[in-house]
Nanobody, 123 residues
Framework: EVQLQASGGGLVQAGGSLRLSCAAS????????IGWFRQAPGKAREGVLC????????YYVDSVKGRFTISSDNAKNTVYLQMISLKPEDTAVYYC????????????????WGQGTLVTVSS
């Protein structure tokens, strides 16, 4: 059974940092792409970052460049989203997702999703 467990969300002041984790199981982690997405209240879900062993990482949205980074620990089947200099507009539910296509260049084809973790950035 494929499982993706996102964790690490919380309440932080603007300018603060958080690290989200996505623990994966049930599929060949090294062969998949793992992406982070977010959905703010009243807005559509958007891709944030993606990583795959074969193709590195890709930003899906320019607003987090220079502030968010993605990394993976293949030994632990876990992907991390490190967020610094957080802004109120980063407030959202953050989801991790996986796809068998290891190419990150598109937000399409993600077929397994975790349950989401809420990040709230206060001003």
């Amino acid at each position: 059974e494929v499982q993706l467990q996102a964790s690490g969300g919380g309440l932080v002041q603007a300018g603060g940092s958080l690290r989200l984790s996505c623990a994966a199981s049930g599929f060949p982690f090294d062969d998949y792409a793992i992406g982070w997405f977010r959905q703010a209240p009243g807005k559509a879900r958007e891709g944030v970052l993606c990583i795959s062993s074969s193709h590195g990482s890709t930003y899906y949205v320019d607003s987090v460049k220079g502030r968010f980074t993605i990394s993976s620990d293949n030994a632990k089947n876990t992907v991390y989203l490190q967020m610094i200099s957080l802004k109120p507009e980063d407030t959202a539910v953050y989801y991790c997702a996986s796809k068998a296509d290891p190419v990150c260049t598109t937000t399409d084809w993600y077929d397994y999703w975790g349950q989401g973790t809420l990040v709230t950035v206060s001003s």
